[in-house]
């Protein structure tokens, strides 16, 4: 079935660095990969919708500018968290889209700004 | 507009006992529904899904869950709890063909006890 693999699944940073999460379909085509913040106990919050070739859509209340999702090819998009401050920890994670067959996750990014 | 609702925030149940968790939801036309299952500090794995094929969706791991348009509900069941099954459960529901996002329900904690 669909894979999406994801890196790193834990990360430690100091606050004012920027970290960089990638994830990659290993055996589909995701014209469109989704980007999820998960806080602790809560269910996931879509941040940005990320299509290949184009600028990501963000959803209303997530700054852009913090953070940077660029989808190169069709099987790769990344998430960078500039300037990452201790607020920014959280569990990061991305899906590939199947539409109505189901989406795959990936195995989540644990970041903690220190 | 779409939504999804899980009634219960933590669920218990013995081993070798019947697991049910809630879920319903809002859709303004017919819904494809997930149900997803997210172990700790691990990404999300697809349980089962209704995309308007038969009403008794069967999944992994002995979990099912039917689909009532009557009463918008599309609760998931396990006949008998497995020590494994202890996790998150999450309900989802596509928001839209054209976007192909998902809502997440607020998720469900099962503990299963020995």
């Known amino acids: 079935g669909a894979v999406v693999s994801q890196h790193p699944s834990r990360v430690i940073c100091k606050s004012g660095t920027s970290v960089k999460i990638e994830c990659r379909s290993l055996d589909f085509q995701a014209t469109t990969m989704f980007w999820y913040r998960q806080f602790p106990k809560q269910s996931l919050m879509l941040m940005a919708t990320?299509?290949?070739?184009?600028?990501?859509?963000?959803e209303q209340g997530v700054e852009k500018d913090k953070f940077l999702i660029n989808h190169a090819s069709l099987t790769l998009s990344t998430l960078t968290v500039t300037s990452a401050h201790p607020e920014d920890s959280s569990f990061y994670i991305c899906?590939?889209?199947?539409?109505?067959?189901?989406?795959?996750f990936g195995s989540g990014t644990r970041l903690t700004v220190v | 507009a779409q939504s999804v609702t899980q009634l219960d925030s933590h669920v218990s149940v013995s081993e070798g006992t019947p697991v049910l968790l809630r879920c319903n939801y809002s859709?303004?036309?017919?819904?494809?529904l997930f149900w997803y299952v997210q172990h700790p500090n691990k990404g999300l794995q697809l349980l089962l899904k209704y995309t308007s094929a038969a009403t008794l969706v069967k999944g992994i791991n002995g979990f099912e869950a039917e689909f009532k348009k009557s009463e918008t509900s599309f609760h998931l069941t396990k006949p008998s709890a497995h020590m494994s099954d202890a996790a998150e459960y999450f309900c989802v529901v596509i928001i839209s063909y054209n976007t192909d996002k998902l809502i997440f329900g607020t998720g469900t904690r099962l503990q299963v006890f020995p």
């Open positions: 859709s303004s036309y017919s819904p494809s």
């Open positions: 899906s590939g889209g199947l539409g109505n067959y189901g989406y795959t």
């Open positions: 990320s299509n290949e070739g184009s600028k990501a859509t963000y």
